[in-house]
């Protein structure tokens, strides 16, 4: 009954913007640790993000540190990913993901795909001139 529901890709040029959404529903999102991860052409899943059940700590992929911010808002059962200063680099199908745990004491455990176990049908990112 999860459903990740991912939203706002498409296609920016570089230097630009764009704001991912992901619609959770089907568990209490406020009890669980969530991510972003990537998939880009001809490579493997990609961690990039994550954020504590609060939103009061937040990760990030050295490739995109300072340039994204992941927030929540535990209200709306929604996830956010704002993307800024974009290079082609970034061109990717972009996933949000649930946590299999309500808390991870070490934070390198957010990198690990494997500690997720609910997926959306990810949202298309394309950075070109």
């Known amino acids: 009954q999860v459903q990740l529901v991912e939203s706002g890709g498409g296609l920016a040029q570089p230097g630009g913007s764009l704001r991912l959404s992901c619609a959770a529903s089907g568990f209490t999102f406020s009890m669980y640790a969530m991510s972003w991860a990537r998939q880009a052409p001809g490579k493997g899943l990609e961690w990039v993000s994550g954020i504590k059940r609060d939103g009061s700590d937040t990760y990030y992929a050295d490739s995109v540190k300072g340039r994204f911010t992941i927030s929540r808002d535990n209200a709306k059962n929604t996830l956010y990913l704002q993307m800024n200063s974009l290079i082609p680099e970034d061109t990717a199908l972009y996933f949000c993901?649930?946590?299999?745990?309500?808390?991870?004491?070490?934070?390198?455990?957010?990198?690990?795909?494997?500690?997720?176990?609910?997926w959306g049908q990810g949202t298309q990112v394309t950075v070109s001139s």
């Open positions: 993901a649930k946590a299999q745990r309500t808390y991870y004491s070490r934070s390198y455990l957010y990198t690990r795909l494997t500690e997720y176990d609910s």
